[in-house]
């Protein structure tokens, strides 16, 4: 997307979407996400080689999301479900299939687009947080308020998710779950379109799993961020506006909560 | 500063021993590069410097006498620039406090000081004033090393008369950069110095008046020197030329050009060692680095960093050793570069030897270095490029094992688990255990080839001071005697043994091969002079045909048995025809051998002596040397064991300077490629050493595997670079070889001995310090981190 020959009508609408006030997105929480598609997958699948064995990670999946959702997507391991999000994030190809980003086929992007899909649109929350060891909490953010094109000061975010007071720990010096924290800020900092967090509260104790929860629910309420959260722990699913579970590869269920309820009302 | 940017630092400085360990190895390989450069670049340009401004000869012929009118003739000569004729003398001096005589090469000078072919430059004192014709300009290196100073007076010895000379100035001529005395290769400043006298004043000393023994000429651009030799040979044939030669047969310039030439071998041979191992150990850190990160690389990406900017960030982790390495070793590449250059001065007068340091030597070996750098990082940086992020977010794979020939049943029950860990660690990857010993080797062999020279000069030492001499003195005769000088040799009180040869000078051709060269007629081979070859094997003479040094029948291009065409050029001038009967290899100059008797036979003149090997009675040595500084028929005395003494000062000094230089880099090398191969492995299996202490090990056992497989290593790289560095030290004596000398291949117990308890050394601090990292690992810790 750096090529202007490459930009397509796509650009427009994220354009589009970024311009629009949050507010005016907000205006009708049961109703958001309704207007906007942001992501269409249509029949798509994932198998890999392990030696000599075909593992099918992902069977026929089609599915879309739309603007400012929480969605949850449940499996058990080996559900394929981080494969999934591995490839809504650009991380990933499938091996037959489309998806869509607005209207934009990123399964046909090259590796440059891809990239900068990733460092414009999506930020990503992993299990294991991922943080550079030997940078400290506000320079992990700073690693991606440095290359996104209209960040929000590494600090507010560090403030958006509590930690206004630990900018210059380590990641040795940290929490898990202030660690993930940190993870969180620096998924959304650099203001995505789309979170994708791939077990956050994996790693975590019951509490601190569900402070971690408060903050993705807080980034999607008052940013609007379009948020998949993918967990093989059903309780979580009480917080999503919407549902969607994977088994052996395959889509099993897919349903909306009428009704979300607050993370620290959860209970597993 | 960029986070990116702060990363890398804060991980060099995690890693900043192994790091120290690149940029150490860069810097020796920079600093031998820019010093060695540096001091070929400044011997150049300080030879032609010399050479223009005191405008050195380009051909150069002496005759016996020629009367003057010739300089007119030949400079009509088609090609000839300028030409100057001289008077020339080898005398005996007094020398004060020296109880043997020391010989003096008189050159005459103009009275008024002119600009002449030759020139000399005047470091202290004055010009000769005309009408005195005591005054004389002596070289700088006899006056420094006799403690004698412009004012003093010596005695000479000229055509028979004893004259006292006055020391006016104290010179250097770009004749004699390197100032020996003829028929010696060693420069022994005591015992031999140039001194410049009025044209004049020598004139009438040697009754040479309208006459001149010496010509020297400068070629026009363009002119063929060839052409120009040929006619000055025909020119000066019936006056007792020996035929003229080319500035490549001058013997001072040859020293300095050869010397030249080995300091570019230098350049070459030493860097690419150091280089090739930087990328060796770049590439195994570098890769050590993109493995354990793996995690990171694929959450830079998932962030939106491009390929470029994560390949461009490890590249870092290469470049970065690399830049310090470049500007320590350029440092200490000029300092080495001047301290070489003082060494320089010993050997060679120059009238000034300017060290010059370039910034094209710094920027090619800097660039040449980074290249290495980035090379060494390739392999690493491609893969971190070209990980999948979505795949790296999983673990490396295990390694795969299978059952490999330490497996077999009946070696199982004999081989203790650690061991066998060991064993089969090292042989599920054995090219990565293939290239550590490889590049320990190396750092063996450059131990090995530092001390060989050591060596080969300790032979070349043994071979022409003692092997192939006992004599005490050579005597040299003014002009060849007749045989009957034995007679008064021998009545001489004090001589026990006494000896004869003759150097006969000759034109020698084989087909279209020719060259100028003296055939020693020698009496005996078994008494006081010897034939040893470089490999320290005695010789005996044909009773006929002539024995040739194996460089000089290259040379020519004979082999024993051809028939070699040979001309006399002095006395009746005889042609005649010579069977080679063998060649000889031997460590110093070109020669050929005859027996005295054939010899004399061949040139029909009923016998000829040039000089005498005497070996004296030492409680009656000083006397007879007062007896030889009188002598009107010896122009000098050469004194073996004051030559050995000069000559292993001087070589001392060179030779540990250097030899300490290379250790030290040895050194360095040793311990990067141990140190750094020891701390992969410890990185490598941090998990699976702690596992097993979790399991019950001790630290002595988890040590043992750790330690056990570099040492193993360490034991198989150093036969290994025994042979690496026999052959490295064969290429270097192949490569330093000249019509000068050739080293011979010997290597000493203690040179094999040194560089084993080198690598030993090394190897134990390294696997110190590495234990003391194992030791301290945290079991808890270790476990959780997820590699």
Same mark, same amino acid.
């Given at each position: ?268 | ?8 630092? %804060? ?53 016996? %006498? ?43 000078? #103009? ?21 005195? #014709? =005591? ?5 700088? #290196? ?36 390197y100032?020996v005395q003829p028929g010696s290769f060693f420069p022994d400043?005591?015992r031999f ?5 009025? *044209? ?30 040929? *006619? ?19 013997l001072?310039?040859r020293f300095?050009?050869d010397?030249? $030439? ?85 050997f ?11 910034? =094209?030597? /710094? ?18 940086? *491609? ?35 650690? /061991? ?32 060989y020279t050591y060596d080969s000069l300790d032979r070349m030492v043994q071979v022409e001071f003692t092997a192939k001499h006992r004599e005490d003195v050579t005597?040299i ?6 045989? *009957? ?14 000896e004869?040869y003759?150097e ?14 003296s055939?020693k007629?020698m009496?005996?081979v078994k008494g006081l002079q010897r034939l040893v070859d470089k490999a320290n094997l005695q010789f005996?003479l044909? #009773?006929?045909?002539?024995l040739?040094t194996s460089t000089l029948?290259?040379?020519?291009? /004979?082999?024993?048995?051809? $028939? ?20 000889i290899d031997e460590i110093l100059g070109l020669s050929a051998y ?17 000089a005498?090997y005497l070996r ?21 005395i050469m004194m073996l064991k004051a030559m050995k003494q000069s000559f292993d000062e001087l070589i001392a000094?060179s030779m ?77 004596a192949?490569?330093l070889s000249s019509e000068l000398y050739r080293l011979p291949l010997v290597?000493s ?8 308890? /080198? ?13 003391? %990292? ?14």
């Open positions: 997307m750096n090529n202007p020959q490459v930009v397509d009508s796509s650009v427009d609408v994220i354009t589009h979407i970024q311009q629009r006030p949050l507010v005016e997105m907000l205006d009708d929480p049961l109703d958001r996400g309704q207007h906007i598609e942001v992501l269409r997958i249509t029949d798509l699948s994932k198998f890999y080689m392990m030696g000599e064995v075909r593992v099918d990670a992902l069977k026929h999946i089609s599915l879309e999301f739309h603007a400012g959702e929480l969605a949850v997507l449940l499996g058990a391991s080996g559900s394929g479900k981080s494969t999934l999000l591995n490839i809504i994030g650009g991380l990933d190809v499938p091996s037959s299939g489309k998806l869509f980003f607005h209207g934009r086929e990123m399964t046909a992007a090259t590796e440059a687009e891809l990239t900068a899909y990733r460092r414009r649109s999506i930020g990503f929350v992993f299990q294991f947080y991922n943080l550079i060891s030997s940078l400290s909490a506000l320079e992990n953010v700073q690693l991606v308020t440095e290359i996104a094109d209209n960040p929000m000061p590494a600090e507010e975010a560090l403030r958006l998710v509590d930690l206004g007071h630990r900018l210059n720990h380590f990641p040795a010096q940290l929490s898990g779950g202030e660690q993930q924290r940190v993870a969180i800020a620096r998924a959304v900092a650099k203001r995505p379109e789309l979170l994708l967090c791939d077990e956050p509260t994996g790693a975590l104790d019951f509490q601190t799993g569900k402070l971690v929860l408060d903050v993705l629910e807080k980034v999607n309420r008052e940013l609007g961020t379009t948020t998949l959260v993918i967990t093989h722990n059903a309780s979580i699913a009480g917080m999503a506006d919407r549902v969607v579970r994977l088994r052996s590869g395959e889509l099993s269920e897919d349903r909306q909560n009428l009704t979300r309820m607050s993370p620290s009302e959860l209970v597993w | 500063m960029k986070p990116l940017q702060r990363k890398l630092l %804060r991980e060099l400085m995690r890693l900043k021993g192994q790091m120290l360990a690149v940029a150490a190895v860069v810097a020796c390989g920079i600093s031998v590069f820019v010093s060695m450069s540096s001091v070929k670049h400044s011997l150049e340009v300080s030879r032609q410097r010399y050479y223009n401004k005191y405008r050195f000869a380009d051909v150069f012929v002496q005759v016996k %006498r020629a009367p003057e009118f010739y300089r007119e003739t030949v400079s009509r000569i088609p090609g000839v620039a300028s030409v100057s004729t001289r008077i020339t003398a080898d005398v005996t001096l007094d020398v004060p406090g020296l109880d043997e005589p020391a010989t003096a090469r008189l050159v005459s000078i #103009p009275e008024y000081r002119t600009p002449v072919l030759n020139d000399i430059f005047l470091k202290k004192g004055r010009y000769i004033e005309p009408g005195k #014709p =005591e005054e004389v300009i002596a070289s700088k #290196p006899f006056l420094e090393a006799n403690h004698l100073v412009p004012g003093d007076r010596i005695s000479a010895v000229i055509n028979g008369r004893k004259r006292s000379l006055l020391i006016v100035g104290m010179g250097l001529s770009p004749e004699y950069i100032e400043k005591r110095g140039v001194f410049w006298m009025g *044209r004049r004043s020598l004139e009438s000393a040697l009754d040479m008046s309208g006459a001149f023994n010496d010509l020297s000429l400068t070629l026009a651009h363009g002119a063929s020197e060839k052409d120009v030799i040929m *006619r000055l040979d025909n020119l000066f044939k019936r006056y007792g030329s020996l035929g003229a030669y080319g500035r490549s047969e001058h001072s310039d300095i050009v010397e030249i $030439k080995q300091v570019g071998i230098q350049i070459t041979f030493l860097p690419v060692v150091f280089l090739a191992v930087a990328v060796f150990l770049l590439n195994i850190v570098l890769r050590r680095i993109v493995a354990t990160q793996r995690d990171q690389i694929a959450v830079l990406k998932a962030i939106g960093y491009s390929n470029e900017d994560v390949g461009l960030h490890y590249l870092g982790f290469a470049m970065i050793p690399t830049a310090f390495g470049a500007v320590a070793g350029t440092l200490l590449g000029a300092w080495l570069g001047r301290g070489l250059m003082n060494i320089y001065t010993e060679y007068n120059f009238a000034e030897l300017v060290y010059y340091f370039r910034f =094209e030597d /710094v920027a090619l070996s800097v660039l040449l270095s980074f290249a290495a750098a980035i090379f060494g990082a390739l392999g690493a940086v *491609r893969s971190a490029v070209q990980l999948p992020p979505a795949e790296a977010m999983r673990p490396d794979s295990p390694l795969l094992y299978k059952p490999g020939i330490f497996d077999r049943e009946s070696l199982r029950k004999k081989i203790p688990v650690s /061991v066998r860990i060991i064993l089969r660690n090292l042989e599920r990857r054995p090219w990565k255990a293939a290239l550590s010993v490889l590049m320990t080797s190396l750092s063996v062999a450059i131990l090995i080839a530092g001390r005597v005769f003014n002009n060849p005697m007749p045989p *009957r000088v034995r007679f008064n040799i021998a009545s001489l009180d004090g001589v026990i043994e006494h004869y003759r006969e000078p000759v034109r020698m051709s084989f087909g279209h091969r020719v060259r100028r060269q055939i007629g009496e005996s005996s044909p #009773p006929d045909g002539i040739l029948a290259a040379l020519l291009g /004979v082999r024993p048995g051809d $028939k070699l065409q040979i001309d006399f050029l002095q006395g009746r001038q005889l042609h005649t025809e010579l069977l080679v009967s063998g060649t005859m027996n005295l008797g054939a010899l004399n036979r061949l040139a029909g003149d009923g016998g000829a002596l040039t005498a004296l009675d030492q409680a009656k040595a000083g006397k007879l040397y007062t007896t030889f500084k009188d002598m009107p028929g010896v122009s000098g000094q540990n300077t250097s030899t300490v230089i290379l250790t030290t880099f040895a050194c360095v090398l040793a311990f990067a490629v141990v140190y750094n191969g020891a701390r992969i492995s410890l990185s490598e299996r941090a998990r699976e050493l702690t596992s097993l202490r979790v399991l019950g090990m001790t630290k002595g056992e988890i040590s043992f595997i750790l330690l056990g497989e570099q040492a193993l290593l360490t034991i198989a790289a150093i036969p290994l670079g025994f042979l690496i560095g026999i052959g490295l030290s064969a290429l270097l192949h490569a290597f117990a203690f040179n094999f001995l040194f560089a084993f308890i /080198v690598i030993v050394l090394v190897s134990v601090v390294s696997a110190f310090l590495v234990r003391r %990292r194992l030791t301290s690992l945290d079991l808890v810790e270790v476990l959780k981190t997820r590699e």
